[in-house]
């Protein structure tokens, strides 16, 4: 599998294992780190806890903006990115997004 970070994410006062790695193309340097404890069955109170993180470590050209509802209240976020490598990078670390949290949430389920 991936390197266990050691320590555990607080995610809504929930530990969560997460996984990383860096994800590289032409001249960029994306890290990426998720993790879930998988499907607790409930909503937010006793409910599974997810955790997504992507950071640069060279060259990657990003940004990333809040989204707002009509009373101002944060509802989501857009991620631009320009490059023809953060192209790759990204879709590789989502990839690898996808792969960690599939894995985990089975590893729970069954």
């Known amino acids: 599998m991936y390197e266990v970070i050691s320590g555990e994410r607080d995610v809504n006062r929930v530990a969560v294992d997460t996984f990383k790695r860096q994800v590289a193309s032409g001249e960029n340097i994306l890290e990426v780190e998720a993790g879930t404890n ?3 069955g409930d909503n937010f109170g006793h409910a599974s806890r997810t955790y997504i993180r992507l950071q640069n470590i060279m060259d990657t050209d ?3 903006k809040e989204t707002h ?3 101002g209240n944060v509802d989501g976020f857009v991620l ?3 490059g023809d490598s953060e192209l790759t990078t990204i879709i590789n670390a989502l990839k690898f997004v996808v ?3 599939d894995e985990q949430r089975r590893e729970i389920v069954g």
């Open 38 to 40: 998988g499907y607790k």
């Open 62 to 64: 990003m940004r990333v």
């Open 69 to 71: 509802d009509s009373d």
């Open 80 to 82: 631009e990115m320009a």
């Open 99 to 101: 792969k960690v949290l």
